[in-house]
């Protein structure tokens, strides 16, 4: 049995506060690429995010199951925000 990770939603970018672009923007769930359930392998795409008309791929940084997906497509997602749970290789 492997380490429980949460996937969340990474902090900002430190340019976030200062360009005024996309920090007055919201995050909005565009893709959820997985299930409960399904394997994923290292840097797999999980979901896909907007914001200011960009995609933000969420990827996962480690292999193993996906336990838990805690979004929806057009959900509004915040900075630490968990999105999904994986249960990692042993």
Do not use: H
């Not at 199951?65 to 925000?81: A, K, Q, R, S």
């Amino acid at each position: 049995m492997g380490e429980i990770v949460e996937i969340k939603l990474s902090q900002f970018p430190e340019c976030w506060e200062t360009c005024g672009t996309c920090a007055s923007d919201d995050i909005e769930v565009a893709e959820v690429l997985v299930s409960v359930g399904d394997r994923v392998e290292l840097y797999a795409p999980l979901a896909v995010l907007e914001l200011a008309k960009i995609d933000w791929e969420i990827s996962a940084d480690q292999a193993g199951t996906v336990l838990g997906v805690f979004i929806n497509p057009g959900d509004l997602v915040d900075e630490g925000e968990v999105l999904m749970m994986i249960e990692t290789d042993s």
